[in-house]
């Protein structure tokens, strides 16, 4: 449903100005190809606007049913299907990890030397199925570039944008390789989420992806989110750009060519599937409405009050833990969820919002966040990578929440 942005508190021209900014900023200029943006609030979709194109190379404009590769807010979708495996007893939160995968039993933590002489240590304590939610598992991305074990994981290909193998081969190849640190100990963006989705399919006894869509995207009527672009969907799939020092951007992938056309053999619930603004909304619509949407239940609302706390060791933020050169989320006065960035003190931030609302992101500059304070879901699509080329994010929330009329309606 959409409404005058004024019958839920908010100003249509001032969310127009949005749009406006982010066509003279990032449009115009040729650093975003076009742009979609949604606002959400108070059972009715307030703005919903598309500008610019899906397809440079061959001027097809952004549509509200733009397909857009999503990464990693395939993460959130990825941690409320393990939730609720947890809520049937199948999954506890605090089981060792290596419960499901055995081979990770005596997974050491780096100490130093290179690929194939790695010294290690024990660990403090198992990595344990919470660790692998909220990325204090130990584990890490090959892109980090800092230290020589994601050296280890670009050499080996694991969680690469472009997927190798199989998700057991990544299980298998991380068999070998120690761990940054001690489970528990900080927080590292990785491959947990990854490790999540074999998981489930290996707990739930079925293919992951089947999981996926069966449970979660079937019964939200989510009818364009897949880990591929599925056959009479290819004319709405979007170009991904790269962007360039220059400010500019170059196709980083043909969307007539890409391998997002076919079902891929790494199923990466960390970073596989593509979705549309609006099948995003009914996720998110789950998620603020307590876990139920248009009647259809997926997790109880005390799983997604549990999910949308902070639990980073000790109540701390992201600045105090975090070992990683990489987020999808500003790190002051944020902590982590299971599954998402949680605002734990929006004065530290510097960015007009509510503590308690949570987010997350993708690679090519997608986003959303959820406020259930103010009863608010805003999600922005676009395709360049990387998601750290500009402050966006931070640019639409401040400009959303200047959009409210009043603090009480």
């Given at each position: 449903m959409s409404a005058r942005p004024e019958t839920v508190g908010l100003s249509s021209s001032r969310l127009e100005n949005i749009d406006r900014f982010v066509q003279r900023k990032y449009v115009e200029p040729g650093r975003f190809p076009g742009a979609l943006t949604l606002v959400w609030r108070r059972g009715e979709i307030a703005h919903f606007s598309a500008i610019g194109m899906a397809d440079v190379e061959r001027k097809k404009p952004v549509k509200e049913d733009t397909i857009f590769r999503i990464y990693s807010?395939?993460?959130?979708?990825?941690?409320?299907?393990?939730?609720?495996?947890?809520?049937?007893?199948?999954?506890?939160?605090?089981?060792?990890?290596?419960?499901?995968?055995?081979?990770?039993?005596?997974?050491?933590?780096?100490?130093?030397?290179?690929?194939?002489?790695?010294?290690?240590?024990?660990?403090?304590?198992?990595?344990?199925?919470?660790?692998?939610?909220?990325?204090?598992?130990?584990?890490?991305?090959?892109?980090?570039?800092?230290?020589?074990?994601?050296?280890?994981?670009?050499?080996?290909?694991?969680?690469?944008?472009?997927?190798?193998?199989?998700?057991?081969?990544?299980?298998?190849?991380?068999?070998?390789?120690?761990?940054?640190?001690?489970?528990?100990?900080?927080?590292?963006?990785?491959?947990?989420?990854?490790?999540?989705?074999?998981?489930?399919?290996?707990?739930?006894?079925?293919?992951?992806?089947?999981?996926?869509?069966?449970?979660?995207c079937k019964p939200l009527g989510m009818v364009d989110t897949d880990f591929h672009v599925r056959a009479g969907q290819e004319s709405r799939f979007a170009a991904c750009y790269a962007a360039t020092p220059k400010g500019g951007m170059d196709l980083q992938d043909d969307p007539t060519k890409s391998p997002y056309l076919e079902p891929p053999s790494l199923i990466s619930g960390g970073g596989g599937l593509v979705s549309t603004a609006s099948d995003y909304l009914k996720f998110c619509r789950m998620l603020i409405n307590g876990g139920t949407f248009e009647g259809t239940q997926i997790l109880s609302p005390k799983t997604i009050e549990l999910m949308t706390q902070n639990h980073l060791p000790d109540g701390k933020d992201l600045p105090a833990l975090s070992r990683s050169l990489f987020s999808e989320a500003a790190y002051n006065g944020i902590g982590f969820g299971l599954g998402f960035s949680v605002t734990m003190d929006p004065a530290k931030t510097l960015i007009p919002g509510s503590a308690g609302e949570y987010s997350w992101g993708g690679a090519a500059t997608t986003s959303f966040w959820i406020d259930p304070k103010e009863d608010l879901i805003a999600i922005f699509m676009t395709q360049v990578l990387p998601s750290s080329a500009y402050p966006i994010r931070r640019e639409l929330r401040t400009m959303v929440y200047s959009a409210f009329t009043s603090a009480k309606d």
């Open positions: 807010m395939t993460k959130p979708i990825t941690s409320v299907a393990t939730m609720m495996l947890v809520e049937q007893g199948l999954i506890a939160l605090d089981d060792p990890v290596h419960r499901y995968i055995a081979e990770w039993k005596d997974l050491g933590v780096y100490q130093g030397g290179f690929m194939e002489t790695f010294r290690t240590k024990r660990p403090d304590r198992p990595m344990l199925i919470v660790d692998l939610m909220r990325h204090t598992s130990g584990l890490t991305y090959g892109f980090q570039q800092s230290t020589n074990v994601d050296a280890a994981y670009r050499k080996l290909k694991i969680g690469e944008i472009e997927k190798h193998g199989t998700l057991e081969e990544m299980v298998q190849k991380l068999a070998k390789v120690p761990l940054e640190f001690s489970p528990g100990s900080a927080w590292n963006y990785s491959v947990s989420t990854d490790i999540l989705g074999y998981i489930v399919g290996k707990v739930a006894g079925q293919k992951f992806e089947d999981f996926v869509r069966a449970k979660i």
